[in-house]
C-alpha cells in the first residue's frame, strides 16, 4: 500500500522560497504522477500542478506558472514542491497526492494523499 | 480553464436519510472514449482529501457502496443512500482533465 509522507511545517518571510517534500512508499514510484493540491485557511481545494515522470514533464496550473517548479528523486522516491516569492496569500496547506493520470491530459483520480504540510507566510 | 460548480453549499442530514450533491461543469467532461473525467473527493474534518468516485461512477477502493456517482457531460450527481455520522465533512466534484478543478465544496452536517 503506498503511503505519502510530506515534510512538516514551515514558517516564511513574504518574498523567500519554501520547498516541501512528499517521500513515498511501498509501490513502484517512478510510474506514478503526483500532483499538488493547497488549501488556505477555511477555503477549498486548489490544484497547483503535476509531475508526469513517464512524460518527462511537470504541468502547471496557469495561477502558479513561473513560481512553482515540482520534480521527483526517483533515488529516495521523493516528490517536491518548490514555491518561490512567497506572498501572504500563499499562507495554506499543501497537499501531494498519487495521480493516477492517463494520457497526456487525463486523470482517473488522486487515490493516495500526504498528510499535508502547512505553509505560514508572515513578516 | 473549466469551472466546476456544486449545489447546495451546505447539506444538514439526518442519519439513515438519503443525501445529493450536484456538480456542473463549465464545458463537457466526456471523452471520446465514453467515459466522463469527474471525480468525488471527501475531505473529513482534520484529515486530507480522499478519492471517493473516479470516472463519475466508479467507487474507488474500500469505499462502502451507499456512495455512488451519476452522470454525464456537464451534470454530476453524487448520491449518499443513508447518510451514517462518519459521513460528515465537505465534499467536492473535480473535473480530471489537467489543469484539473474543484467545486467548491458541499459541507455535510448531521441534523
Known amino acids: 500500500q503506498v503511503q505519502l509522507v510530506q515534510s512538516g511545517a514551515e514558517v516564511k518571510k513574504p518574498g523567500s522560497s519554501v520547498k516541501v517534500s512528499c517521500k513515498a512508499s511501498?509501490?513502484?514510484?517512478?510510474?506514478?504522477?503526483f500532483s499538488w493540491v493547497r488549501q488556505a485557511p477555511g477555503q477549498g481545494l486548489e490544484w497547483m500542478g503535476a509531475?508526469?515522470?513517464?512524460?518527462?514533464?511537470?504541468d502547471y496550473a496557469q495561477k502558479f506558472q513561473g513560481r512553482v517548479t515540482l520534480t521527483m528523486d526517483g533515488s529516495t522516491t521523493t516528490a517536491y514542491m518548490e514555491l518561490n516569492n512567497l506572498r501572504s496569500e500563499d499562507t495554506a496547506v499543501y497537499y501531494c497526492?498519487?495521480?493516477?493520470?492517463?494520457?497526456?491530459?487525463?486523470?482517473?483520480?488522486?487515490?493516495?494523499w500526504g498528510q499535508g504540510t502547512t505553509v505560514t507566510v508572515s513578516s | 480553464d473549466i469551472v466546476m460548480t456544486q449545489s447546495p453549499l451546505s447539506l444538514p442530514v439526518t442519519p439513515g436519510e438519503p443525501a445529493s450533491i450536484s456538480c456542473k461543469s463549465s464545458?463537457?467532461?466526456?471523452?471520446?472514449?465514453?467515459?466522463?473525467?469527474l471525480d468525488w473527493y471527501l475531505q473529513k474534518p482534520g484529515q486530507s482529501p480522499q478519492l471517493l468516485i473516479y470516472?463519475?461512477?466508479n467507487r474507488a477502493s474500500g469505499v462502502p457502496d451507499r456512495f455512488s456517482g451519476s452522470g454525464s457531460g456537464t451534470d454530476f450527481t453524487l448520491k449518499i443512500s443513508r447518510v451514517e455520522a462518519e459521513d460528515v465533512g465537505i465534499y467536492y466534484c473535480?473535473?480530471?482533465?489537467?489543469?484539473?478543478?474543484f467545486g467548491q465544496g458541499t459541507k455535510l452536517e448531521i441534523k
Open positions: 497526492a498519487r495521480d493516477l493520470f492517463v494520457g497526456s491530459s487525463w486523470s482517473h483520480g488522486m487515490d493516495v
Open positions: 511501498g509501490d513502484t514510484f517512478s510510474s506514478h504522477a
Open positions: 509531475i508526469l515522470p513517464i512524460l518527462g514533464t511537470a
Open positions: 464545458q463537457s467532461l466526456l471523452h471520446s472514449n465514453g467515459y466522463n473525467y
Open positions: 470516472l463519475g461512477s
Open positions: 473535480m473535473q480530471a482533465r489537467r489543469p484539473y478543478s
